[in-house]
């Protein structure tokens, strides 16, 4: 059974960056597409990057130019590098695999004024 997990989430300043990771256990992630998606409080889960099994990647137009996704599959895992950040940023961080439609649990992005 696939698991994602997600960890590199915390506390940074308006104008900081942050790297989240998302391990991947129990599939050749490499053959897959993966995402990241984020929900803010009280807001719906929303799409934010996306890297497919063919290379491709696409961005939310909110974050083209500040965030850049990336994967290594050696280690199953796949990036999200996060730069200037943004109070509006701030959220819960999922990792998403297309295939089976797999999420991980999150991790909290918190950006301060």
């Known amino acids: 059974q696939v698991q994602l997990v997600e960890s590199g989430g915390g506390l940074v300043q308006a104008g900081g960056s942050l790297r989240l990771s998302c391990a991947a256990s129990g599939s050749t992630f490499g053959i897959n597409s993966m995402g990241w998606h984020r929900q803010a409080p009280g807001k719906q889960r929303e799409f934010v990057a996306q890297?497919?099994?063919?290379?491709?990647?696409n961005y939310a137009d909110s974050v083209k130019g500040r965030f850049t996704i990336s994967g290594d599959n050696a280690k199953n895992t796949v990036y999200l590098q996060m730069n200037s950040l943004k109070p509006e940023d701030t959220g819960v961080y999922y990792c998403?695999?297309?295939?089976?439609?797999?999420w991980g649990q999150g991790t909290q992005v918190t950006v301060s004024s």
């Open positions: 890297i497919t099994s063919g290379g491709r990647i």
């Open positions: 998403r695999r297309d295939l089976g439609d797999i």
